[in-house]
């Protein structure tokens, strides 16, 4: 019923800048926290950037000043621009959200499929 879709992710070189976009649908009623999670070959998962429906955002210490995370509510839809992008930022990235459906109360918790950012030196 509800569906998270990446896009934007490719091969960028270092010091680059790369958009990702994440584009819920389905049969949503609203949508509360969203997130960027990314994981490197080998490498846990880790939260990268979280935004609330209000606007308020977090960033793991290492992509602090040059990731930013953002959303449009109209189009249920979630950005991470990613700036000065390094090697070390390789990793499959996944969008999650917390979706308010019409048969539940509180939240689901959706992921996405993934998308693939690679950074050459």
């Known amino acids: 019923q509800v569906q998270l879709v990446e896009s934007g992710g490719g091969l960028v070189q270092a010091g680059g800048s790369l958009r990702l976009s994440c584009a819920a649908s389905?049969?949503?009623?609203?949508?509360?926290?969203m997130g960027w999670y990314r994981q490197a070959p080998g490498k846990q998962r880790e939260l990268v950037a979280a935004?609330?429906?209000?606007?308020?955002?977090n960033y793991v210490d290492s992509v602090k000043g040059r990731f930013t995370i953002s959303r449009d509510n109209a189009k249920n839809t979630m950005y991470l621009q990613m700036n000065s992008l390094k090697p070390e930022d390789t990793a499959v990235y996944y969008c999650?959200?917390?979706?308010?459906?019409?048969?539940?109360?509180?939240?689901?918790?959706?992921w996405g499929q993934g998308t693939l950012v690679t950074v050459s030196s």
């Open positions: 999650n959200a917390h979706v308010a459906v019409p048969s539940i109360k509180g939240y689901l918790e959706v």
């Open positions: 389905g049969n949503i009623f609203s949508i509360n926290a």
């Open positions: 935004i609330t429906s209000g606007g308020m955002t």
